[in-house]
């Protein structure tokens, strides 16, 4: 027998398979889909089997492959086609795609081990004990009362009983696997009547015939979750199972408690967050058909489900579904790849529909399904503080409105959220004298402070050093710090308000496990009545008695130079306004800004999506963008500037003779970011329509720099930034 084996090579010249012979003694062991070990030149490699090839004749010498690891097949049928999908979609390698679907337990990958977790227990196999102290009978009680009991509780009582109860064979001991995230059942019966908006959304969606895409845009509020589950609640009922994304591991922790009150522990969670060990845990009970409900983060869309009833993304709008890194897959188009292979809906929800989904809503490719009105029919006040004239009175951080609000919700016992959308400390530190500037010199970029840990820090490539005490270039003493971010500011409300107990939520505070969920918890258990924060706590999270919403600088992300910026902003703003008066209380939000009369801003000040769209979509339509034309990003790395940019010119010039008119090459021009860990980056962008017309030139220009060492390309189909 002779089987096709995809190694775990990522290099773009090793993308195919390679043939091995299987030593009769393991040929009953193979399958398509198993991870096998390989000799590879010197190497010893593992992969996943691709094919059992009946041929037997080669004119080169085939080897046997070495083991089979894997007793159960790894990567099933609908998983090895998803694969080829996304090396076609992102132009990828084939290992790159299957080894993103998988925990690192499983991927392809010699030498790496996830054990399995195993408690031991104990059981009485003997009656006929002579007891003679009283630990011995209390372990022995333990025994009798229980089948098995963990071996730990007879040991706290006394180790030495227990050794001799074992020595003298009146018990057993017996190993146990135990998931490592064993939740308990926290279920309740769900006294929650649906109104009637979201009863018709819940009919909509359980009366599709099949696959179906909806698009359900809900302001904040509106109940979408609770939509979302009576609608898992219905396909679970007639035996299928779902899988619900969510877009950052922040809002993880407080939708899995809901579902859990719902559905008990029939859930399963996936996320970056998790040890590798948890990981396989989640996925295996996923395997084993222990659990019918998924919910995570982007990487959650690859859950080895069998028997899908429903896909749902939550903020379907958020850029994190798209993924950053090889393989560049968009969490969506994996949804609706999924959805059509197991006919099932799809939803998509969202308060800030993206414009292209919104889009695809009205011309019919998905259905629309909308919730104009919150569960408490009151959206929050809106107040929009132009801080040009407020830097005139003197006001630099907080306006003077901002200041009495919060002062007022305080001293009423309520709960105010501030977002400031950079962390750190302070942002820039320079020189007046001279106009130095601390930078990174990896990256080119200014380091931002941070003074917990009292270093600069790149938030590129992670470069840090301590503080400068002095200009290097000049040698004056006093370097200036300019700019804000989340650290600064939570010093500023610990100082201005003496009655605010603050908690920030943002990188730097939430890099240890269970920290979301710790601080989501405090704050909502009142522990805190000052949440500070970045967007991450923008969406999805629900404090009853928020009745504050304070965004400094919220014009900020206006000057990015990206043309999603203007999107970005409203989405942002709009979100963190939907944290205020979700309860009985009513809620404000007041937006500083220096250009608060730009569209996004208003717009999103009267909670006007529709507006929004409108003037966005006919900015698009004159500058030929999203969705009127596709995008395509080319980058072209080198740590040298001058061959990055010689090899964009000869790119350019080879799209400009073998495209057609229709397509629009702009470029070579530096990226945003130029220069990142000394690798210089330059930028290609494509507008087109026909994306089949592209891929053959684009899978061309990836196979002419297969064997350059000097120039790495990265190709992007659809980027959210360019």
């Not at 061309?700 to 390309?713: A, F």
Request: glycine share 6%; charged share 25%.
């Amino acid at each position: 027998m002779y089987i096709d084996v995809l190694v775990e090579l990522k290099a773009k010249k090793l993308d195919k398979t390679f043939t091995y012979s299987v030593p009769s003694i393991l040929i009953n062991k193979i399958s398509v889909g198993k991870r096998v070990l390989v000799p590879f030149g010197r190497q010893k490699l593992e992969g996943f089997i691709l094919n059992i090839n009946n041929s037997s004749s080669f004119d080169y010498e085939v080897k046997d492959i070495l083991e089979v690891i894997d007793d159960e097949v790894i990567i099933n049928s609908e998983m090895l086609e998803l694969g080829k999908y996304i090396q076609k979609k992102t132009l990828c390698t084939l290992i790159s795609a299957y080894q993103t679907m998988l925990p690192s337990a499983l991927k392809a990958k010699n030498n790496f081990v996830v054990n399995k977790k195993y408690e031991t227990y104990l059981t009485l196999i003997c009656d006929d004990i002579d007891i003679k102290s009283s630990k011995q009978k209390m372990v022995y009680e333990l025994l009798k009362d229980e089948e098995f009991v963990l071996k730990k509780k007879c040991t706290s009582i006394s180790d030495y009983v227990v050794k001799s109860f074992i020595e003298k064979g009146f018990v057993k001991e017996i190993k146990r696997e135990v998931y490592r995230n064993n939740f308990s059942d926290v279920k309740e019966e769900s006294s929650i009547v649906l109104n009637d908006e979201q009863q018709l959304a819940v009919d909509t969606v359980v009366a599709s015939d099949g696959f179906n895409p909806y698009l359900l845009y809900g302001v904040t509020g509106s109940g979408k979750t609770e939509v979302y589950m009576h609608i898992i609640d219905y396909y679970l009922g007639v035996g299928k199972q779902a899988i619900v994304l969510v877009p950052e591991i922040s809002l993880t922790p407080q939708m899995v408690l809901n579902f859990r009150k719902r559905f008990g522990t029939n859930i399963a969670i996936l996320h970056s967050a998790l040890s590798d060990g948890e990981k396989y845990d989640e996925y295996r009970k996923i395997v084993k058909g222990e659990v019918s409900i998924v919910i995570g983060a982007r990487s959650a869309i690859f859950a080895p489900l069998t028997n899908l009833g429903v896909i749902i993304i939550d903020e379907e709008h958020s850029s994190t579904y798209k993924q950053d890194n090889t393989p560049k897959y968009n969490a969506i188009d994996i949804a609706i790849y999924r959805g059509k292979y197991h006919n099932c809906p799809i939803v998509l929800g969202s308060a800030t529909p993206s414009i292209e989904s919104y889009t695809r809503a009205l011309s019919g490719i998905y259905n629309l399904i909308s919730l104009k009105c919150r569960v408490n029919n009151t959206l929050p006040e809106v107040l929009l503080v132009d801080m040009k004239n407020e830097i005139k009175n003197g006001n630099r951080v907080f306006s003077s409105v901002l200041m009495d609000s919060i002062n007022e919700r305080l001293n009423r016992g309520e709960q105010v959220i501030l977002l400031l959308n950079r962390r750190g400390f302070s942002t820039i530190s320079s020189c007046s004298d001279c106009g130095f500037v601390h930078k990174c010199p990896n990256c080119d970029i200014p380091l931002v402070f941070h003074k917990s840990s009292n270093t600069m820090r790149c938030h590129y490539c992670g470069y840090g050093s301590s503080k400068l005490r002095e200009c290097p270039k000049c040698g004056n003493k006093k370097l200036n710090d300019f700019g804000m971010g989340t650290e600064k500011l939570q010093e500023y409300v610990c100082e201005n308000f003496p009655n605010a107990s603050v908690v920030r939520m943002d990188v730097d505070t939430t890099t240890r496990k269970g920290s979301h969920e710790r601080i989501i918890n405090d704050f909502k258990s009142l522990k805190y009545n000052v949440l500070i924060g970045t967007q991450m706590i923008a969406k999805g999270l629900d404090f009853p008695l928020v009745t504050l919403v304070g965004v400094i600088n919220g014009d900020a992300s206006l000057s990015i130079p990206d043309f999603r910026s203007g999107e970005r902003t409203f989405q942002l703003l709009n979100q963190v306004a939907g944290r205020a008066g979700r309860a009985e209380l009513p809620g404000q939000v007041i937006i500083q800004g220096f250009n608060i009369d730009h569209y996004s801003i208003v717009c999103a000040s009267n909670h006007d999506y529709v507006s929004f769209y409108e003037e966005e979509m006919r900015i698009r339509r004159m500058l030929k963008y999203p969705p009127y034309y596709n995008l395509c990003s080319i980058k072209i790395k080198s740590k040298y500037e001058d061959k990055a940019f010689n090899e964009g010119k000869k790119i350019v010039s080879y799209l400009n003779n073998n495209l057609d008119k229709s397509n629009i090459v702009l470029g070579p021009s530096s990226s945003n970011m130029f220069k990142v860990n000394n690798v210089y980056s330059v930028q290609i962008v494509i507008k087109y329509k026909k994306t089949d017309l592209l891929i053959d030139k684009l899978n061309y220009i990836n196979s002419k720099y297969i064997d350059n060492k000097d120039v790495l390309i990265d190709i992007d189909m659809n980027p959210y930034k360019i």
